[in-house]
């Protein structure tokens, strides 16, 4: 199985809800990521989680909230969003050896988010 | 001056032209990717190398580590392989491996 899942598909959000994005993968990769893509651009990295870690977060604001329960779940929590922040959530997976030159990274479909 | 730089930004081509984008970088890498996105988001991964040569069907990855160069061959260019690639530097963490994508190449093939 070499899949990324990403649920929903579609999220339109007005600015003081609640909601959540989930990201799932089972091919035992220990490296999880969220991305943030506008169109025509491309995808922004978000966050980075190892091990079940969190070990980037590129100064993403705090209405953006990861989590990673076990190590096939991503969640994205989301909380008073903006207009601007309506874009594409990606997630990826990959594997983390250090004995390797690079990692390739599995997508999901991503989830089109609108913030009203 | 973006790390990752891709060229053209747009590209159109007939069915069965041979197809080239190319990818300079200026960052020490680890791996150089080709990835493909369609209309409607879902990115693929089409090749990682670090080196050398790589072919998977009709598409040829090449990399010239010396002058930090990568280029994206398509032979026999179909309607179907219309979409954006984009090619993208890694750098090997112990978190992973953070990606540095260029702008992408949108290419559309006409039949």
């Known amino acids: 199985d070499t899949e990324v899942t990403q649920t929903p598909k579609h999220l339109v959000m007005g600015m003081t809800n609640k909601k959540s994005l989930k990201c799932e993968q089972h091919?035992?990769?220990?490296?999880m990521y969220w991305y943030k893509q506008k169109a025509k651009k491309p995808p922004e990295l978000m966050f980075v989680?190892?091990?079940?870690?969190?070990?980037i977060n590129e100064s993403v604001p705090s209405r953006f909230s990861p989590e990673c329960p076990n190590s096939s779940l991503l969640n994205l929590h989301l909380h008073a969003l903006q207009p601007e922040d309506s874009a594409l959530y990606l997630c990826a997976s990959s594997r983390v050896d250090m004995g390797l030159a690079g990692y390739e990274q599995y997508f999901g479909p991503g989830t089109r988010l609108t913030v009203t | 001056k973006n790390e990752v730089e891709q060229s053209p930004q747009n590209l159109t081509a007939q069915e069965g032209e041979f197809i080239t984008i190319n990818c300079s970088y200026s960052?020490?890498?680890?791996?150089l990717h080709w990835l493909q996105q369609h209309p409607g988001g879902g990115i693929v991964s089409l090749f990682m190398l670090s080196s050398g040569k790589k072919k998977h069907g009709r598409l040829i990855a090449t990399i010239n580590i010396q002058e930090k160069h990568s280029s994206l061959h398509i032979t026999a260019s179909h309607p179907r392989d219309s979409a954006v690639y984009i090619c993208a530097a890694s750098r090997r963490e112990t978190s992973g491996s953070r990606l540095t994508f260029g702008e992408g190449t949108q290419l559309t093939v006409n039949p």
């Open positions: 960052v020490g890498i680890s791996a």
């Open positions: 091919m035992g990769h220990r490296a």
């Open positions: 989680y190892s091990y079940e870690k969190l070990s």
